[in-house]
């Protein structure tokens, strides 16, 4: 599967951005999308995830009321809207994909396909 990113840039802090990744390929092997971000010099976290065949999200605690995952009704688009941002959500934003039953934010490497990144900046 390939995943492609868009929507980064740059906002002020408490502005809003969405992103988009567009998932190529038709293969319900691929139950699972991510979204990660990884700052320079820090590990790749977690920050929304969601079933594609059942809309289950989950959120990572720094995120949870500001983020919100969604797809497209088609399935081949997830978003990620973000909103009141602020300078520490400043990383490359990653979307990934997986198989499975587990679907969540914990466990960047357990995410088998992964997009080229974002970039998000807040000042």
């Known amino acids: 599967v390939q995943l492609v990113e868009s929507g980064g840039g740059s906002v002020q802090a408490g502005g809003s951005l969405r992103l988009s990744c567009v998932v190529s390929a038709d293969d319900y092997r691929w139950n699972c999308m991510g979204w990660f971000r990884q700052a320079p010099g820090k590990e790749r976290e977690g920050v929304a995830a969601i079933l594609l065949r059942g809309d289950d999200t989950a959120y990572a605690d720094a995120v949870k009321g500001r983020f919100t995952i969604s797809q497209d009704a088609t399935k081949d688009t997830v978003h990620l809207q973000m909103t009141r941002l602020r300078p520490e959500d400043t990383a490359m934003y990653y979307c990934?994909?997986?198989?499975?039953?587990?679907?969540?934010?914990?466990?960047?490497?357990?995410?088998?396909?992964w997009g080229q990144g974002t970039q998000v900046t807040v000042s």
């Open positions: 990934a994909a997986k198989g499975g039953g587990y679907c969540g934010t914990d466990s960047p490497e357990i995410f088998a396909s």
